[in-house]
């Protein structure tokens, strides 16, 4: 059971590159988030998804986009990327259980030159 | 929508016990949770409060009020390897996402 998993683990883009960030989890979940990390600051909510084929916008979804085709995998895309854009990026999961706790990949830390 | 607050750093000295204040304020409340994130690592669950009263697991507990919209973990026995972020993050109600704090970076001396 490896839980939730991310790829890569670092990238360094060049402004107006594009890139897709993977996450799958194995604990069969229905809801997966993606978040960003900015230096000394909390998680802020990019996209998140409460099952294959719905997705939604959180707090701060402009210059990514997400799908969720299977219930595993949620994919992250990241569209002519800019300076904002670096960050360390988590995906999480949780269950419809009765706290929802969120179970986090081991994030990629993106750099945007 | 959610306004949480913690202090931004602590530090202590090994063998003693910090307390990390949380305050919320929110149009609703469906519990609290507590995460500790060690530096480039991802954030682990560490607590759960949904009443009021007070939590204990081992070393860790955590407390809740929801009266005043506060919260704390309290660390005891502090050991190095307690040297974390902590984060205050809450679940509204009817929703299942979570707000979270910035986050309160402890610094555990020998």
């Known amino acids: 059971n490896a839980g939730v998993t991310q790829t890569p683990k670092f990238r360094i883009l060049k402004i107006g590159q594009s890139m897709t960030l993977q996450c799958t989890q194995d604990?069969?979940?229905?809801?997966m988030y993606w978040y960003r990390q900015d230096p000394g600051m909390g998680l802020k909510l990019i996209y998140y998804s409460v099952g294959a084929g719905i997705t939604d916008k959180g707090e701060v979804p402009n210059g990514y986009n997400v799908s969720r085709s299977t219930t595993e995998d949620f994919p992250l895309r990241l569209e002519l990327a800019a300076p904002s854009q670096t960050s360390v990026y988590f995906c999480?999961?949780?269950?419809?259980?009765?706290?929802?706790?969120?179970?986090f990949g081991p994030g990629t830390r993106l750099t945007v030159t | 929508g959610q306004n949480i607050d913690q202090p931004t750093e602590m530090t202590a000295t090994e063998g003693a016990i910090v307390q990390i204040n949380c305050t919320y304020q929110?149009?609703?409340?469906?519990?609290l949770f507590w995460y500790q994130q060690h530096a480039g690592e991802a954030p682990t669950f560490l607590s759960y409060n949904v009443l009021d009263g007070l939590e204990e697991k081992g070393r860790f507990s955590s407390f809740l009020s929801r009266s005043k919209g506060y919260s704390y973990l309290l660390l005891k026995e502090l050991q190095m390897k307690d040297s974390a972020s902590y984060l205050c993050a809450v679940r509204p109600p009817g929703d299942y996402k979570l707000s979270f704090g910035a986050g309160t970076t402890v610094t555990v001396r020998a």
């Open positions: 929110t149009s609703g409340f469906n519990g």
């Open positions: 999480a999961s949780s269950s419809s259980g009765n706290t929802y706790e969120q179970y």
């Open positions: 604990m069969n979940h229905n809801y």
